[in-house]
Nanobody
């Protein structure tokens, strides 16, 4: 069973930056995609970004130009978040797929088979 552990969340002022990290353990695959979602209480999970095994990236419109996803093999993924806004406040989840994603990027929750426990990001105004 793949396990994902996020870190790097916290409290930051609007306009500031945070870098989230995610470490995967267990039977990970170099051909899996990795990504990030976030959730605000009472709302659906929101896709933030994903990266294929070949390094192809996809972002939601709400974070494009402000957030950057990267990965280091199959074990680590990062989310650099700049120009943070109060509406970015949420629990952020690291995800990875069970299957192969090389030239395409997943962006729907059902496409990701493994989820971390989440890390809280709070942006104050």
């Amino acid at each position: 069973q793949v396990q994902l552990v996020e870190s790097g969340g916290g409290l930051v002022q609007a306009g500031g930056s945070l870098r989230l990290s995610c470490a995967a353990s267990g039977p990970t695959s170099d051909t899996s995609a990795m990504g990030w979602f976030r959730r605000v209480p009472g709302k659906e999970r929101e896709f933030i970004a994903s990266i294929s095994s070949a390094g192809i990236t996809e972002y939601s419109d709400s974070v494009k130009g402000r957030f950057t996803i990267s990965r280091d093999g199959a074990k680590y993924t990062y989310l650099q978040m700049n120009s943070l806004k109060p509406e970015d406040t949420a629990v952020y989840y690291c995800v990875t797929t069970r299957d192969t994603w090389i030239r395409r990027t997943p962006n729907h929750p059902v496409q990701f088979g493994y989820w971390g426990q989440g890390t809280q990001v709070t942006v104050s105004s």
